[in-house]
């Protein structure tokens, strides 16, 4: 089990930059409490991979063959005994 550390809020208020930019720097967790509850966890942001474009894969691939008028039929009866 790995231990979070925690701060009270009023002590997260007081130093809210410094503690934000060593959480990222250190890629550490946070639990913020209120009265001794845990009421937040802040945790550094992680960027998301961006989605690839359409079209990117250009040219990667290579077409034998006609691939618009092909006749499946033969595979879809050989299957079936």
Known sequence: MV?????????FKARCIAILK??????????VTHRGKPLVKVEPFQAQSVPKRLG?????IKVKGDIINSDFADDWESGRR
């Open 56 to 60: 990117e894969l250009r040219g990667c």
């Open 22 to 31: 060593s959480l990222a720097r250190n890629k550490a967790t946070l639990i």
């Open 3 to 11: 231990m979070m550390k925690t701060v009270k809020i009023s002590d």
